[in-house]
């Protein structure tokens, strides 16, 4: 019986110090191992590892995933002098987990020294921009996308060597504007959305310039066709009809003048006419006599 008890007693006492002294290191975590605070070794590959027992040496945790945090909002001035207030969400993860452990310790430190970062690189970036870069109807004038990337490209290389941090991603989540910069926007906005209103006008009032020309163009070519038509028909006509009066008149003479007398009384002699002519005039020739014939 006491044998047994001291077995019992030996395997609790080499399972203590085996669980005292090995360890695991996930694939989402890397570990720097410390000896009353210094440390002695960093671990970035998962598995099981063995340490000095109990407190010689300790495990320090470090997660290596992708964080992402908010900036707090920081009123700054643009380049033109405008203040514009922005908000920003950092994306950021440990590359090198010793340097990280030696300066910061903690996520919740490393936030908020980025943030403090973010936002100095802030200041220094957008006194380059004016407000119509970070507002504006026309695409190609809005700068945002450079602004991120000059404030990552800055943000990571002086993380990189004070904190051993990699900042994966920089971007504006939220602009806003104080109430004397907002009635600026909106007069910007609206002076840019007349401007445009002016050209799409001018535009039309062009356009309709030039299919009102080619309308004229094209009615006086139909004008002067029709014209055109109009007169050799009626130069046809004209000599149709002569060619039918000289025939008529080859016929039968008298009765070709007749019927001429008789188409000028028409004209002539309307309601209520009055004429003096001589009496041996060739237009009464058929009033005096009949037969037409003239007198003597």
């Not at 080499?14 to 210094?38: A, H, P």
């Not at 987990?97 to 430190?109: H, W």
């Not at 936030?111 to 970036?125: P, R």
């Amino acid at each position: 019986m006491r044998y047994i008890f001291i077995i019992c007693v030996a395997l609790v006492v080499i399972l203590g110090f085996v669980f005292m002294s090995t360890f695991t290191v996930s694939e989402r975590e890397c570990v720097v191992l410390t000896q009353f605070g210094k440390p002695t070794r960093t671990i970035s590959t998962s598995g099981l590892y063995f340490k000095q027992p109990g407190f010689l040496e300790t495990v320090n945790r470090i997660d290596r995933r992708t964080h992402v945090f908010t900036t707090q909002p920081i009123q700054l001035l643009l380049g033109d002098k405008n203040p514009i207030v922005l908000t920003c969400y950092v994306c950021w993860r440990v590359r090198d987990p010793l340097l990280f452990f030696q300066s910061l310790v903690t996520a919740g430190i490393a936030t908020q020294k980025m943030g403090d970062m973010v936002n100095s690189q802030l200041g220094s970036v957008l006194g380059d921009f004016t407000l119509g870069n970070i507002i504006n109807t026309n695409p190609t004038d809005v700068k945002i996308s450079t602004i991120e990337s000059r404030i990552l490209e800055n943000t990571n290389v002086r993380a990189q060597d004070k904190y051993g941090i990699e900042v994966v991603q920089v971007g504006i989540r939220r602009i806003a504007y104080p109430t004397v910069v907002a009635d600026a926007v909106y007069n910007r906005m609206r002076s840019e959305r007349e401007k445009e209103a002016m050209k799409y006008r001018a535009e039309g009032r062009e356009e309709a310039a030039k299919i009102e020309a080619k309308a004229d163009r094209e009615v006086t070519e139909i004008l002067a066709e029709a014209y055109k038509k109009a007169q050799m028909l009626k130069g046809e006509g004209d000599q149709q009809s002569l060619k039918i009066y000289s025939e008529a008149y080859g016929k039968d003479k008298e009765f070709f003048e007749f019927t001429k007398s008789m188409e000028v009384y028409k004209d002539i002699l309307t309601q209520k006419s009055t004429l003096i002519l001589s009496t041996d005039s060739d237009l009464l020739r058929y009033l005096n006599n009949p037969r037409g014939q003239k007198q003597q």
